[in-house]
C-alpha cells in the first residue's frame, strides 16, 4: 500500500495544494490552509445492488412529509420534512439554531421517533434547555456522541424518524484523517449522512456553524450534497429572527419564515409587518416604509436614515441591514440627478427590526429616507414605497406590485410611490403614483430640494 501523504487544504473553499500557501489562490483568503493526511485506499469493486428504474416508476412514488406544527418552519420547508432528506440549517452562533431545532424534535416525536445527537454539549446540558422551553418529550433520544460512526450505528438501530445532528463541525469520521471541523471531515460526514438518509430513510437535519463573511462553513460541495440549505439570520440583540431557505429541492427556494425570541424560545409570527412597524414614529423626518416581498410573503420594513453634519474630513458612511454598496450608489445617484449634496455630512442608515435587506426594491425608500434626513422633512405617514434606482436616476418596476399594497392596505397605508408595470391590475384600497425617475418620487413623497444640506451641486434631470 502507498505510503499515506500529507496535502494542504484551504477551510474555506476546499482547493488543495501540495505545500502550505498564505493566500488561497482560489479563493483569495489568507492564512486558511491546514495540513490534511490523505492514505491511498485499495480499489474496492463496485457495487451490483444499484438497478434502474424507469421515470414514470419514479414519479409514482409519492414523497410523504413529516409536519412539524410550526408554521414558519412548514413553509419553509414547503409544507413540511420530507422523508428520507437531509437538511443543512446554518447561522451565526447564539442566533436560536439549536433552540429552534430542540422546539422542532419535540414535535416531530408526536409521530415518531427523534434521535438528537449533540457534539458540542452534554445530554444533560441539552435536557436542561429543553425543560427550560418547555419541550422535554420522552419521544426524543438524546445522544452525547462526536463519532459518526457510532451516530449511524444507533440510527440503523433505533430507526428513527428523524435524525438531529448538533453540529456539522464536530462530528468525525474515523475512516478519514483531519481534525474535526476540517474540510475533508466535513465532507466526508456529510456524505455518510446523505448515504444514511436515502438508504434508511431517515429525515435528517444538520446544523453548520457559519463562517467570517456569511457562508456555512466548508466548501460549497457540501450545499450541493444536501437536499436543502436554510440561513438562519438575525441579530442576537434582537428579538426578531428570520429563517431563509436558499435552496429546497422538493418546494420553493426563497421562502421566509419570521421567528421571535422569547424567554419560552422561537415564537412564529403570522402578521410580520405588524410587528416590525412597532413604535415608528411617522413625523420623524428619515422614516421610510419599503412594501417588501420575501418568498411567497410581502411585509413592510421600515428604513431609517439619519444626517448630521460631518466634524471630520472624511465624512462616515454607516449602513446596518443594507449593503454598503448600495447606501454609496443611493447617495451617488441623489447627488448627481436631483443636486443634493451629501459630501460634508455623515450618513448613517438603519433597518428597524435587525432585518437585512436584499431586494434591489428598497432601493427607492432608502433615497427617500436619505432625502428626507438631509432636508428636515418627514414623509407622508400613510406612504409606502419601492423601486429599484438606476445610475441613470430611472426608477424600474419591480414583480408583484398588487402583493405589496394589498399587505399595505391591510397595515393602513393609504398611498404607494414606486415604479410598477403600467397594466398591472391594482388593489383600490393604496393610491399608487407610479414615478419614473427618483426626482419624481421625491416630488410625490413631498420632499425639497434641502437645500439648506446642499454645499455645491447643481440639479440635473435625468
Not at 72 to 84: I, T, Y
Not at 142 to 163: K, Y
Not at 302 to 312: D, G, K, S, W
Not at 318 to 335: D, F, K, Y
Amino acid at each position: 500500500m502507498a505510503k499515506p501523504r500529507g496535502v494542504w487544504r484551504c477551510q474555506q473553499c476546499g482547493n488543495a495544494q501540495p505545500r502550505w500557501v498564505g493566500r488561497c489562490p482560489e479563493c483569495g483568503d489568507f492564512g486558511t490552509y491546514v495540513e490534511e493526511a490523505e492514505a491511498a485506499r485499495p480499489p474496492r469493486p463496485p457495487s451490483s445492488r444499484a438497478r434502474p428504474v424507469s421515470l414514470s416508476e419514479a414519479c409514482s412514488e409519492r414523497e410523504q412529509r413529516l409536519a412539524s406544527g410550526i408554521a414558519e418552519l412548514d413553509r419553509v420547508l414547503g409544507g413540511g420534512l420530507v422523508e428520507g432528506s437531509l437538511v443543512l440549517i446554518g447561522g451565526e452562533p447564539g442566533v436560536g439554531k439549536s433552540t429552534l431545532l430542540l422546539q422542532a424534535a419535540a414535535a416531530y416525536a408526536r409521530t415518531g421517533g427523534v434521535l438528537y445527537a449533540t457534539g458540542e454539549e452534554s445530554a444533560g446540558q441539552v435536557a436542561s434547555r429543553a425543560a427550560r422551553l418547555g419541550v422535554a418529550c420522552p419521544g426524543v433520544m438524546l445522544l452525547a456522541e462526536a463519532d459518526v460512526a457510532a451516530i449511524e450505528a444507533v440510527a440503523r438501530e433505533r430507526r428513527p424518524s428523524v435524525l438531529v445532528i448538533d453540529s456539522m463541525q464536530t462530528v468525525t469520521d474515523p475512516d478519514l484523517a483531519g481534525a474535526p471541523g476540517t474540510v475533508g471531515q466535513v465532507r466526508g460526514c456529510a456524505a455518510r449522512l446523505m448515504r444514511l438518509a436515502k438508504g434508511e430513510n431517515i429525515s435528517t437535519i444538520v446544523v453548520g456553524h457559519v463562517t467570517k463573511d456569511g457562508t456555512i462553513a466548508g466548501p460549497r460541495a457540501v450545499e450541493h450534497l444536501v437536499d436543502a440549505v436554510l440561513y438562519f439570520e438575525g441579530d442576537p440583540h434582537h428579538a426578531f429572527r428570520v429563517l431563509r431557505g436558499v435552496k429546497n429541492r422538493f418546494g420553493p427556494a426563497g421562502e421566509v419564515g419570521i421567528f421571535e425570541m422569547s424567554a419560552e424560545g422561537l415564537d412564529g409570527v403570522g402578521q410580520p409587518s405588524g410587528a416590525l412597524l412597532v413604535g415608528r414614529d411617522g413625523e420623524v423626518a428619515g422614516s421610510a416604509v419599503l412594501a417588501a416581498t420575501e418568498g411567497s410573503r410581502a411585509l413592510l420594513v421600515e428604513i431609517q436614515a439619519l444626517v448630521t453634519p460631518a466634524f471630520l474630513q472624511v465624512p462616515r458612511r454607516l449602513a446596518v441591514g443594507v449593503e454598503s454598496g448600495r447606501l454609496l450608489q443611493t447617495l451617488a445617484v441623489l447627488e448627481r440627478r436631483t443636486g443634493r449634496s451629501f459630501g460634508r455630512h455623515d450618513v448613517y442608515v438603519s433597518v428597524a427590526g435587525g432585518v437585512r435587506l436584499a431586494e434591489p426594491a428598497a432601493d427607492l425608500p432608502l433615497a427617500l429616507a436619505l432625502a428626507g434626513a438631509l432636508a428636515d422633512e418627514p414623509l407622508p405617514a400613510g406612504l409606502v414605497s419601492f423601486g429599484e434606482v438606476g445610475l441613470t436616476g430611472e426608477v424600474r418596476p419591480v414583480p408583484r406590485v398588487p402583493d405589496r399594497l394589498r399587505e399595505a392596505a391591510a397595515m393602513g397605508f393609504s398611498s404607494a410611490v414606486g415604479g410598477a408595470p403600467a397594466r398591472s391590475e391594482m388593489p383600490e384600497a393604496v393610491s399608487l403614483t407610479r414615478v419614473r425617475t427618483v426626482g419624481e418620487a421625491l416630488e410625490a413623497a413631498g420632499i425639497g430640494s434641502g437645500a439648506a444640506g446642499c454645499h455645491g451641486g447643481v440639479a440635473q434631470s435625468p
